[in-house]
């Protein structure tokens, strides 16, 4: 629980010891058959788990590790949770006498300190070894929890100023001993939260690695350990290749880029992530020196291992993405966080709301600077959205409910380079399968005013971002609400000359005399009936607006995408024509002037 | 003598099942295909109805005039869905709500690509308008349908050429009166559009899944309609005097009439037919637990039949990306066909997704196909002949750009040789389909070695025998009439109608008169439709079904709550209505997640009514009686299955007769297929004159 340790289990790990010459169609097919063990094990989770969170929203990850501690052959789920997994196992390898392991073992894990991501962030593993009794591989599978036992539920804390605040903290602990469950371990990790669905969730990820761990044993039997170590080599081998060969592509030079969050959950304004990513032939190094490092900053602490995780999942966008995602990623791609910045906290901070920033700010700053080498995969892959409005009460018996504000929405689809911002969210979010109206107000007394697309809502360019949606809740009974708000002063930012989103805001009490802006943060008791209304930003722009073409952008008008004014003033388009009777034209010579018009202004101010 | 006729519409061909009654020849079924005509499809039907009457030496009037039923199964929804030439289809929904078509739920079909291009909308935001109004959860009007309003959206529609447009308000599934209201105004104001409302067609929770199903209804409507319409015209000039019976993706059939309501049941129904024909086949020869494997042209699609029965799900069916919630037999598809490309992307040797189709289609084919497939695989591999017709003998296979082909990739891979690429080819395909397998059983509980594999589709039986080796299964059935499986499918489907209402409540705290109500009202449509179609009210067999979940979950489990009884008697529903519920739910949760929750009360969120008439299907032996006589092989060629290059002799299925058994390694002949006996396997015809291959 230090830096040094997180040296340690960053550390580069050798391959697996084998001599067993490997032919390419073979290490695939064996690659092939460990993916589908993930997916086996990820949707005997889904399928089993009691919680939205996990059976609905899809929020959990299968992979596989290697006896090294290295990701081995690819992973099935979410890819900010497939990134961080190994590093929590590696902290299991390391003490693998101190705890015993043996086959038929399940552990769990989720310490910040030790590997993990944020607390909610759960990984329970086990070990697989071969008929020799030599350890091969490391099922994992990780699952978002709805709760982690701290002083809030849910395990978001806005005023915690440690750990401890936020939950129960497991470095490595036994939950299955040689296929026997540990029932007083069990219990009382089950006791240790809120929720009652959790006792179905956690068995359920225990019988998903106890599920693919027996496939594994399978598929080692059949093939042999000697040819699995070589297929897991190989695997890594042959994406670390591929990764340096797109890297390689891309000019030499040093890219940097800043970008701020409006403040900390304490009021603490302009949290600064900096990265440089440095491309010196097929080496590829991201650096966030210069990110933030002031020790009272509260509430944006992002974990190592999370750190590490956010930076390859923007890598992983801007490179073919047939490219298979394992550790080859790792040791083709340094990654320097200075020690004390809030990208690698020091022991015992809280690490609940680092998991949306400033990881996501990292994302950012990395696309933002990949974008001068790789312009056509630069979609920042992040939610700006601070944290979703979060509305808990007490129902007619005294148990509470809490409606987590993950609902359909549009958020911070950036366009990248051809194509417009488009659905929901970013791609890598886009397994999680959000909420809808019927099925909440069904549940909670709450209703959903509206949640539609904001015109002019994203930011405009060559290709416009998706425009944000503005979401209006009412409560109808008394209800406390949680908020935390970013991104209104520094909106998410557009690619290679295209525009900003727009501001993010968040208004409680619409409508009433007490209606109010949420400037920081949240903990409101709202009174029956009162409206609570979010404008998330939307997309941010690629490219200058101006060269958008000019027939989009009048098809943008006729979907109300983009105003009339905005056609004009931002894209310099002028239109003939009526949008009510959709008769909307290109006045192709009043455009052309208007745009040399506009061209002019913006350079005389440059 | 009468006569019950199946049909199929593929993409090339047609495919007739006549099934003769009342006769000596009661229960036998006679096969037919013939090519499909694309501009009018109605045409190719009508041939091939010719074609059967002459076989049979009648008319086509007295022919028709003798069918009992003529059972059709069509693509036209798909092939609207493909080739997106559908309805210019609005729609209007609740005020707020506009978008969520769009958002999908968050859903993107790969998290990895940020290059992923969206789905093609089939209402651009312009054509989806909103209107003040709100029902809430327990069905309260919260605000009133604003009428004005709604005119002028359908100002707006009009302006745009509207053809079709769907409604879909919040909760309407709960109250469908703004729906109904809204449905008059539309027809007032939209003169000829075609309308539906989403309480009709998928009266369930969530919006998004509600909405999306109502659009694609939309869309496809109009020519699913117009289509069977044209269909039923031709038919009836013909003299066929019943009603046309069409396949339903839940794996029943049901008349045109019935179809008319939610013409989007059609979807999909195609592969269907062909797990319900499975089902059959394999319940005839005693096997209820399959795995059906459909391996075409360009894709290989999986299915499983349990306890003799392919369940119809209503869960997250994405069909070219668009989510339709009706039940649909579930049927997974892998971009794995004969004509799937094989080609190296960095070092590494993949097969399909891409593929060369019909047109150009594989080099082998000699029509401009440049690129190597797996059909091409299987020529390199001796697998396939170059000397005979393919395909029914409609043509030759070339060897001509074949061996080309599969140099280079040999030379990209760095080895050289052409054969290996291609055995490479083979092996990479086999794994893919392997492992695509395991995906479909994943999560059910299901080892797939625990069941029998039933192999149909042009390319199936190439690979069956060495998936199962892969998967641990030991038996595979190989039917004759697999080529022409959707098509004996229809036949051998019940007409069904399987429906439900939304009803959201705890088990513990129900209103029984709501769910009798309920049950009455859907029981009094089915009773409509099926007497209709001319069917006896006594012959209808329900099985009435609750869908319950745990608080929290969105997704619901069916079961029957009373099965296989007469319509209308819900004397069932007595004072322990919950207490039994609560109890068959949960058996129904402990077997399909393995664990239940004690310590919650359940909650029915829908009350589902299926009911359906038994008619009568094909007769299908099984069992095998070996005659002891040995097949003889007509030739041999240089093959390699799986074992390196060797004569591998070659048996013609016509010279097979019942009772043979053909040991490995060896390869049969089939008019539309390939059958491989891989090492370690032997083929035996059956009583029934079908295949099984089963472990030496």
Known sequence: MSYELNRKLAAPRGAMPTTYEIDQVTADIIRGAFETVCFESATYLGRAASSPIINQSNERNAAIVDANGRLAMGAVGTPHLTFVNQMETRWGLMNLERYDWGPGDVFLANDPDHGGGHLPDYCVYGPVYDEKGKLICIQTLQAHQGDTGGKDPGGFSLDATDLFTEGVIYPCLKLVHRGELRRDVFDMVVRNNRFATFAGDITAMIGGVQHAVKMLNGLISRWGSDVVKAAINHSIEHTERRVREEVSKWPDGTYEATVLIDHDTAGTKDIKVHVACRIEGDQLTVDLTGTDDRPNLVGVWNTFANTRSYVMTQVVAAMDPTIVKNEGFFNAVDIVIPEGCIAQPPPNKPAALGSFHPACEITEAVCLALSNVAPERSQPQLYKIGMPNAVIGFDEKGMMWMDQGVDCRSMDTSAVQGIDGWGSCPNALGSLILSEAEDAESRFPILNISREMTTDGGGAGQWRGAPGSLNVKQVLKPTTAMAWMVSADHPLRGMCGGDDAIPYSNRFEVGSPNERKIEHTAQDLLPEGAKIAYQHGGGAGFGRPLLRDPEAVKEDVLDEYVSLEAARTKYGVVLTGSLDDYTLEVDRGATEALRIEMAAMAEAVM | ?????????????????????????????????????????????????????????????????????????????????????????????????????????????????????????????????????????????????????????????????????????????????????????????????????????????????????????????????????????????????????????????????????????????????????????????????????????????????????????????????????????????????????????KGALEVGPRSAGAAPGPICYGRGGKEPTVTDALVMLGILSTDEGFAGGSFRLTRQGVDEAFQAIADEMGHGVAEQAAFDCWRVVTANMSQGVRRTTAGKGIDPKDLVMLAYGGNGPAFAAIQAEDLGISR???????????????????????????????????????????????????????????????????????????????????????????????????????????????????????????HEVPEVSGVRLNAHVVTPSPEIGGGFTPSGNPPSATKSRRANLDAGFAEVPVYLGKDLVPGMEVSSPAIIEETFTTIVVYPGWKAQIDDAGDYQLVKA
């Open chain 2, 1 to 345: 003598m009468t006569y019950r006729v199946g049909i199929d519409i593929g993409g090339t061909f047609t495919d007739f099942a006549l099934l003769k009654e009342g006769s000596s020849e009661s229960g036998k079924v006679v096969l037919h295909k013939n090519l499909s005509t694309p501009e009018d499809r109605s045409l190719g039907v009508m041939q091939g109805l010719g074609a059967l009457a002459e076989k049979e030496g009648l008319s086509l009037a007295d022919f028709l005039g003798r069918c009992e039923a003529i059972v059709h199964g069509t693509t036209v929804a798909d092939n609207t869905l493909i080739e997106m030439n559908g309805a210019v289809t609005g729609l209007i929904t609740t005020e707020g709500f506009r978008d969520e078509i769009e958002y999908r739920r968050g859903f993107k079909e790969d998290i990895w690509d940020v290059r992923l291009e969206p789905p093609r909308q089939i209402t651009p935001r312009r054509r989806r308008l909103t209107v003040p109004e709100r029902i809430l959860h327990d069905g309260t009007v919260h605000k009133p349908l604003d009428e004005g309003a709604l005119r002028e959206a359908c100002r707006k529609l009009r302006l745009q050429n509207v053809e079709a447009v769907a409604i879909s308000f919040l909760f309407s599934f709960v109250n469908p009166d703004h729906e109904r209201r809204a449905r008059e105004i539309v027809r007032q104001e939209i003169q000829n559009a075609y309308i539906c409302a989403s309480h009709e067609v998928l009266p369930r929770a969530p919006e998004y899944d509600r909405t999306s199903t109502t659009i694609v209804n939309a869309y496809v409507g109009p020519r699913v309609t117009s289509y069977l319409e044209k269909l039923v015209q031709r038919l009836v000039e013909g003299g066929y005097r019943n009603q046309l019976m069409v396949m339903q993706a839940s794996g029943g059939v049901m008349t045109k009439e019935y179809i008319d309501g939610a013409p989007i049941r059609v979807l999909a129904s195609g592969p269907a037919g062909g797990v319900i024909g499975s089902a059959h086949c394999g319940r005839a020869k005693g096997h209820t637990n399959l795995l059906c494997v459909d391996m075409g042209g360009t894709s290989y699609d999986m299915s499983l039949v349990v306890d003799g029965l392919a369940p119809a799900e209503a869960g997250w069916n994405m069909h070219h990306r668009y989510l339709i919630g009706v039940p649909m037999v579930k049927v997974e598809t892998l971009g794995a066909g004969g004509g799937s490309i094989c080609h190296v992307n």
């Open chain 2, 476 to 598: 595979v059935l190989v039917p004759k009439t697999s080529p022409t499986f959707s098509a004996l499918g229809t036949l051998v489907a019940n007409p069904t109608i399987d429906e439900e209402r939304s009803y959201i409540a705890s088990a513990r705290t129900l209103d029984l008169n709501r769910i009798r109500q309920h049950w009455n009202d859907l029981s009094v449509r089915a009773k409509k439709y099926f007497t209709d179609a001319g069917f006896a009210a006594e012959a209808i067999r329900v099985n009435y079904q609750l869908n319950m979940r745990y608080p929290g979950q969105n997704f619901s489990l069916s079961f029957d709550y009373q099965a296989d009884v007469a319509l209308g008697d819900l004397s069932f529903i007595g004072e322990d209505f919950g207490e039994t519920a609560i109890k068959l739910f949960n058996g129904r949760h402990m077997a399909e997640y393995e664990h239940i929750r004690e």
